[in-house]
Structures are given as C-alpha cells and as structure tokens.
C-alpha cells in the first residue's frame, strides 16, 4: 500500500459511548465537497488546514490508549479519503478494534463509484452512517444526525443491539489545555445556543469560529 498521508482535522483518543458504543478513539477528517446545510462542524469541509498524518503512525497512537474497544471515524466526508482512511482501519482492525464511519454519502452510493479504495474501505467498516445530514429531518437520536441517515452493520463485529433505540445519547464537552472547548457527539437541535446561554448565566462567554446553530 502508498504512504498517501491522511488530512485530518482533530483526533480525541478516548470518548465513552458518543459517536458509536463504548470507549472509543474519534478521527475527523478534514475536507467534504458535500456542504450540508446545517452542518455541525463547516469548519472541516476545506482541505487547506488539515493536519497531516501518516495513517500507520496514526494507528499505532491511537492503539497506544487503554482499554478502547473501536475508532469512529467522522467528518469531513472519510470516503473523499477512502485510500488513506482504509489504511488507517487496516492497522486499527489488525489490532483489535472495531471500525464505525460516517459518511454523508449513502451506502449504494459508494457501491456505484466502482472505486478499488471506497469498496476496499467499506471491507473494513464494521457499522456505517450513511446519508447526508438533513436538517429538516434533524431530531434527537442517539448515533446519528438526521432521520434520513441509517446505521447499517456490515459485520457482526458490533452487535445490533448495541445500537438499538432513538433516544440521545448525549454529548461530551472536552476543554484543552489553551482553553479550546469541543462537543463530542449527536446534539439534539438547539443544543448547542441553550449550552452557550447557560454557561454566559454562569459568568462564562464561548467565542467560536463558525456559527453555533
């Protein structure tokens, strides 16, 4: 396989059930031509900012960290990267873990492209999210953003029941050593200005880069 190094946005080496079942290590990738409306993180669509890492040395940090059971992998839109995304799910797998991806295409989508790099990509995803985020069909769900999106196993590596149920999952608030603030997860619509107004009633203002909707 090339070295092709993979862009990504942001990595978090432990999250606890958000963003799939169990502990697991989150990737966003960075770029997406598909633009969604109501995008949670705009802020990934362009390739320009990326971070750059070779998918192997990649894997071997993240499964350096104790007692993961899988890696998400979010976005951005993974399969634009599906070369270097299905490397980083080769060396993760051989090591034990479960693989969960989103993508904002659907699943017979990526079949049509007749693509070596999506369909050997979609060997190595145990769960995926598929379809693009909508948000008139936007809701409170667990695992996924928009009705319209499915969660489809293509192995039994997670169990279905797992993943069973549409109530929320909540979210995981991560603060940084310099102060910079992430929600991790599937926040049900109007989360995220209720959160900004609760925190200013205590005294603390969020500034952000894109809007918050």
Partial sequence: MSSTLL???????TVQDVLG??????????GCSLACKGCM??????????????????????TLVPELAG?????GEPT??????ARLL?????????????????LEELVAR?????????????????????IQQAGTFRWRGSANQRIIHLTDAISPSLTAGEESGGVQVTVDKDGQLMVVGVP?????????????KRGLTLHSDVPWK
């Fill in 114 to 134: 007749d693509d070596a790099d999506t369909d050997y990509l979609l060997s190595l995803v145990d769960v995926l999210v598929d379809g693009r985020y909508d």
């Fill in 90 to 106: 080769f060396h993760l797998k051989a090591r034990g873990l479960n693989t969960w991806l989103y993508s904002g295409y659907r």
């Fill in 41 to 62: 993180v705009p802020e990934t669509w362009g390739a320009q900012t990326a971070t750059l890492f070779d998918p192997q040395a990649l894997a071997e940090q993240i």
């Fill in 80 to 85: 634009e990267q599906a070369h270097s995304v």
């Fill in 21 to 30: 079942p169990g502990n697991r290590a989150v990737v966003w990738v960075q």
């Fill in 7 to 13: 862009r990504v946005h942001h990595w978090l080496p």
């Fill in 188 to 200: 049900p619509p109007n989360f995220l200005p209720h959160f900004r107004s609760l925190l200013l």
């Fill in 71 to 75: 890696v998400t992998v979010s976005g």
